[in-house]
């Protein structure tokens, strides 16, 4: 039987989710790409970038997902799944303490403040916020 934790947490991504999707926004797939690109520069087995190749594929099709994936996410916390969630949740949004640190290093080094703002719009910032909250709120 779901708590009242898991249930908050399943609305909040549920909402979250819509507005993800209303907006656009998806998860840090540049990133996933950039990780492939660099990565034969480290790792000289072809297998193993192979395997890499294909897991940061799987990660990019989760965060295009986006919002979907937020809801996803939500569902699985609801279904006592949380771990799992919150990582859908993640994937699907980017909203995580190395994003977050990500975006304040971006605001104070370029000193665009309102670029980085606008660059989401209110209903995303709104999607993000409320996805990053289902995750702390989760239990």
């Not at 989710?17 to 000289?44: A, D, K």
């Not at 192979?50 to 997902?65: G, K």
């Not at 699907?92 to 665009?112: A, H, K, R």
Request: one cysteine or more; charged letters at 10%.
């Amino acid at each position: 039987m779901p708590n009242i934790r898991r249930e908050a947490a399943c609305v909040l991504a549920v909402v979250a989710g819509v507005l993800l999707l209303l907006s656009g926004i998806h998860g840090p797939t540049g990133t996933y790409e950039l990780i492939s690109e660099q990565l034969p520069n480290y790792i000289q087995d072809p297998q193993v970038i192979q395997v890499v190749n294909i897991l940061m594929l799987i990660l990019i099709a989760i965060s295009l997902a986006g919002g979907f994936a937020v809801i996803a996410g939500g569902i699985l916390i609801l279904l006592n799944r949380v771990g799992t969630g919150k990582f859908i949740i993640s994937l699907g949004v980017g909203v995580g303490l190395l994003w977050l640190i990500l975006l304040v290093i971006t605001l104070v080094t370029t000193q665009q403040v309102a670029y980085v703002i606008a660059e989401y719009s209110s209903i995303g910032w709104a999607g993000i916020i409320l996805a990053f909250a289902a995750r702390i709120v989760a239990k």
